[in-house]
């Protein structure tokens, strides 16, 4: 049983459609971390939240954590096939960094 | 700079054969994971090194798995006899975080097992 929960876990648009992947937990985190990882590799940071209510932009990706730091979401605007992966939230706890299952995202060109 | 390198990429035996993999964390990172990631599935912690000693091994299925990290750099994971649901890709990862705070994660790119 996964602590996070991620949604939805497929998700597949076309490119220049805009997407969300939802991460929540019934426990509050410390900070938050998403990462992207692509078949055959591990997974890379693409953003840390610390505070709630925090949005953090990164070029086409803005995340955002709840103001409880009990859920998280990742919005991608004009999607790229080079945004395609799959999507990890992780939520961190003293030094403890649980992951959720994962969001598949394929863009289709 | 190098970053987290991990042997072998792949590996097929048989069932109840030993295995093992090792894992070289980036230069300076005190801090070690080892991860199982089962297909379409989120990483889940095996063990945590914080320099050589084992910080949380509480996940670690401790009859047949076991894990070092002698020196506090380069680590080692067995697993003996392995059992067809280990099939997995085990991930290390390093960091510089402490019993604290947990910072960015430098994953290697992962030993794909198949149990036959």
């Known amino acids: 049983t996964q602590l996070l929960e991620q949604s939805p876990q497929f998700l597949s648009i076309q490119e220049g459609e805009n997407l969300t992947v939802y991460c929540n937990s019934s426990s509050v985190f410390s900070s938050l971390q998403w990462y992207r990882q692509e078949p055959g590799e591990g997974p890379v940071l693409l953003v840390t939240?610390?505070?709630?209510?925090e949005v953090k932009k990164l070029k086409r990706l803005t995340f955002q954590f709840g103001d409880a730091r009990k859920d998280s979401s990742l919005h991608i605007t004009a999607a790229q096939t080079g945004d395609t992966g799959l999507y990890l939230c992780?939520?961190?706890?003293?030094?403890?960094?649980?992951f959720g299952a994962g969001t598949t995202v394929t863009v289709r060109a | 700079e190098a970053g987290v390198v991990q042997s072998p990429r792949y590996k097929i035996i048989e069932k109840k054969q030993p295995v093992a993999f090792w894992c070289n964390p980036i230069s300076g990172h005190n801090t070690l994971y080892w991860y199982l990631q089962n297909l379409g599935q989120g990483p889940e912690l095996l063990i945590r090194y914080e320099n050589e000693e084992a910080v949380d091994d509480s996940q670690l299925p401790k009859d047949r798995f076991s894990a070092e990290r002698l020196k506090g750099v380069d680590s080692t994971l067995k697993i003996q006899p392995a059992e067809l649901g280990d099939s997995a890709v085990y991930l290390c990862a390093s960091s510089l975080g402490d019993r604290r705070y947990t910072g960015e994660l430098f994953f290697g790119e992962g030993s794909r097992l198949t149990v036959l």
């Open positions: 992780a939520g961190a706890n003293d030094y403890k960094l649980s």
């Open positions: 939240v610390v505070t709630g209510g």
